[in-house]
């Protein structure tokens, strides 16, 4: 068991996606399972907001009915990658990804789970750490609707920048 953490310097979700909708490249961060039958939980979400003015967001971790295809690697200053030194590497890692060929879909489902972390991106921060307890949200493979969660605004967002890190344990 390793503790990673997928980190994004700075991105802009925008004036927020529809669930249902296809994400805009660079909008969002998506987690993928490294395989198949790869389980992870998600330990911590921080969202920092990086706004000029006030920017009411409404950010929404859940679960994707597409998956992210082809996943772009990372660049400086994004990184998707273990927080201890002597941490075992995975030969699958989890992805993390903010693009790709096909990009993700938020899904539109009323029985898959969501999380909301509404706030305001002037100056306000959103974190939240689930380690250790029932309410931390899981992904299960590498598929459709259970292997990928992504993290983006929902419609009613005001477009302005953020940072973000997903922390996660890989079993």
Known sequence: MSVYSFTVGTFNPGTGTA???????????????????QTSYIDEVYIGGQ????????????RDSTVVGTPTALSAPNSNGPLHPSAGVLTAPAVGAITGGTQAIRSNSVSLAKKNFTFNAFGGLVRVNYANTQDRMGILGNTASLGEVSLSSFTGSTS??????IIYETL
């Open 19 to 37: 669930d249902g909708s296809n994400l805009t490249a660079s909008t969002y961060m998506a987690l993928q399972g490294g395989t198949t039958t």
């Open 51 to 62: 706004a000029t003015s006030s920017a009411p967001m409404i950010m929404l971790l859940g």
């Open 160 to 165: 302005a920048a953020v940072g973000a890190h």
